[in-house]
């Protein structure tokens, strides 16, 4: 046998992590903990690390966000190899760039009739949900109102005026399951909890369940970290995953940082950004130590670069998923 074939082949199914951040405001503590653990994931593993802007919901943005997120990731010592700034094979990282790409995988959803439009307004779905909201993580349960309207019905809905959303029919009894690296085996009656749901919304902007997909199989994304608050979501995207053929990747969700109320911060609520600490002059050694510290990856108190941090984690070969994260 030869030595080169005897070899590990690291070349062989790299690790392609991403962090995908929306410019809605700038990344709070929380989402800069998500971004370093989604980063740590990849470049502990010798993977390739992708930074997506997700910006399709264009009402929501807030202008120069996205310029601010990557100056703060950069200045935290992240790096990444492909990305809006930096270009890569799978450009444009920004998703209010890719529309094409979008109608097109929507049209393959629809040539096979799994997509179908729905009239309803939000306090229609809202009133017939049959389940209260159910962890669901964007909007209330839908009881599936318009999936077999005729095309008599439709045509008198769009003579009214009503612009159709257009909802992934999800199959009666498909129960999802999936072994989340950190979360363990995780199953979801997605009809029960969700039901059919919004790949398109009426206004014309592609949902971000659709997009996210789309686009992490698109950009060979095969490990996705993120904030647990997006649990609920990925049964759903599994099935977009299938339905467009893709390859589904691992999947890594992680507790989120609370404020010490216990509560989760948020954009909306003004949840402090970067600014305020660099102007008191926090270092990013500082603010690495301390976001390690809050999820047991370090001791209270140390400093550390976050190249110091994978290396730390390189040498001890311990993976990250065995890392007992506190339970918030
Ligand atoms: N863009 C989403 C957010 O900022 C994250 C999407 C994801 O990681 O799947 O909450």
Redesign the pocket.
Known sequence: MSMVGAMPDLTANPVRGRF???PTGALHLGNLRTALLAWLFARTQYGRFVLRI?DIDRPRVRAGAAQQMLDDLHWLGLDWDEGPDCGGPYAPYTQSERLAIYRHALHQLRAVNLVYPCYCSRAEVANTASAPQQGASDGPHYAGTCRDLTEAQRREHEARGRRPALRFRVEEERVVSFNDLVQGVTTQHVQQVAGDFIVCRSDGIFA?QFA?VVDDALMHINQ?V?GND?LTSTARQVLLYEALGFHTPTFAHVPLLLDEQGKRLSKRAQSTGLAPLRDRGITPEQLVGELAASCALVNKGERLSANTLVETYRRRALPLQKTRFPLH
């Open positions: 995908a951040p929306s997700e971000y996210v996705v993120r997006l």
